[in-house]
């Protein structure tokens, strides 16, 4: 097959139905690698942060560990944590405030906040794979049925056999072809990047409820101290 002639001889509507499978194919793309990076940014940071606090929370500086979160901002294991910390500390340093467990529940909350911005966050663009992976084939759907009309209307213009419009017929089933290579890889990084979200997802869940544990016996040692 002449891809070359192919070409030149499409119709108008069959261009446009290329370029906007070719739009879609590389905006898929930077969905793709904008998404890798943030993920890759994520999951670097949070293995490095989880190293950095351990010592620093044995201690008891909030302050440092504040600071240390701040550091891996791409992380989101250090939001999560960061806004616990920094809700835990600013309750216990309101003087109106003398209930320790008022910090650990605020602490709580500020957590679960944090943690479904950051699932929103994640999820970004991640709506467009799913789109582009649904509707591409009836996209490439739409250029062959255009090109399979145009073909037999030329075949009875002219008045020829099979062989005439074959060309034609393939140029249309090219556009189905084109359709299903856009939506595949769009459907299978889509559920690849779901699933890193769902496991993030879960990674923060389990930090936030460690880290209520962790301000629950902070809580209950000044408690302790108070009495």
Known sequence: MDMAKMFRDMTAIGWIVISVMGIMSMYSLWVVVE???????????SLKLLGALSNVLTKGDYQQAIDITKKYKDSHLAKVIGAGLL???AVRRDKRT??????????????????????AEFKENLGVLATIGATAPFVGLFGTVVGIIHAFTGMATSG????????GIAEALFTTAGGLLVAIPA??????????VDRFTVEMSNSGSEMAIYFMKEAENEKASMA
């Open 160 to 167: 020829g056999g099979i062989a005439s419009v074959s060309a």
């Open 35 to 45: 998404r890798y990076l943030v993920f890759r940014a994520a999951k670097n940071q």
């Open 98 to 119: 003398s209930d320790p467990e008022t910090a650990v529940e605020a602490a709580r909350q500020g957590m679960d906040r944090t943690a479904m911005i950051t699932i």
């Open 187 to 196: 459907v299978w990084a889509y559920n690849y990047f779901q699933n890193r």
């Open 87 to 89: 809700e835990f500390e």
